[in-house]
T-cell receptor, first 115, second 115 residues
Framework: GAGVSQSPSNKVTEKGKDVELRCDPI?????LYWYRQSLGQGLEFLIY????????KSGLPSDRFSAERTGGSVSTLTIQRTQQEDSAVYLC?????????????FGPGTRLLVL | AQSVAQPEDQVNVAEGNPLTVKCTYS??????LFWYVQYPNRGLQFLLK??????LVKGSYGFEAEFNKSQTSFHLKKPSALVSDSALYFC?????????????FGSGTRLSIRP
């Protein structure tokens, strides 16, 4: 497709379970970002990948959160031992290069609900 | 450190009237400023940016934003609102002097245009 896609679109899980969220960026975009959007709050930066460089993980809220990007394309955000405060919309974005905001496109997000 | 504030959670405007969505920022270096829009059931998308030059920046859908250095503001404006402008708007800032800086988003303002 032409845009950033994310799956699943919605995920309901029980507290303590692990979840995996997937992001397919736009082909050719070297930068990929994960954000979290909580109700009434702005977008919270989690992690970004730029090409083959080591990812910037400075935004990850705890060691329960991790992300991978395989082959410079698809990325997976994993949350282990989910907590209720992890409930949010997780947004993925990609851009041609890091900080090239005009080419930054966001996916529709994954809405995560932890019961 | 950098931050951005959107003081209004919601702005209500009648169709045809001018609209303003407020944003103030704090950055230690050179501010790069952005507006993004999130329409219902659609992904977040770039609207416009200020890097340097003319303080009045024009973007998509007839929107514009005015950079005011003395007031550290970057308010989004449109001369005549449309019902279709109803969406969630995010202001964002990045420190242009820092090679490692990341974009920081505000909490968002919901714009509601009544017919």
């Amino acid at each position: 497709g032409a845009g950033v896609s994310q799956s699943p679109s919605n995920k309901v899980t029980e507290k303590g379970k692990d979840v995996e969220l997937r992001c397919d960026p736009i082909s050719g975009h070297t930068a990929l970002y994960w954000y979290r959007q909580s109700l009434g709050q702005g977008l919270e930066f989690l992690i970004y990948f730029q090409g083959n460089s080591a990812p910037d993980k400075s935004g990850l809220p705890s060691d329960r959160f991790s992300a991978e990007r395989t082959g410079g394309s698809v990325s997976t955000l994993t949350i282990q031992r989910t907590q209720q405060e992890d409930s949010a919309v997780y947004l993925c974005a990609s851009s041609l290069s890091f900080r090239d905001e005009e080419t930054q496109y966001f996916g529709p997000g994954t809405r995560l609900l932890v019961l | 450190a950098q931050s951005v504030a959107q003081p209004e959670d919601q702005v209500n405007v009648a169709e045809g009237n001018p609209l303003t969505v407020k944003c103030t920022y704090s950055v230690s270096g050179n501010p790069y400023l952005f507006w993004y829009v999130q329409y219902p059931n659609r992904g977040l998308q770039f609207l416009l940016k200020y890097i340097t030059g003319d303080n009045l920046v024009k973007g998509s859908y007839g929107f514009e934003a005015e950079f005011n250095k003395s007031q550290t503001s970057f308010h989004l404006k449109k001369p005549s609102a449309l019902v279709s402008d109803s969406a969630l708007y995010f202001c964002a800032v990045r420190d242009g002097y820092s090679s490692a800086s990341k974009i920081i988003f505000g909490s968002g303002t919901r714009l509601s245009i009544r017919p």
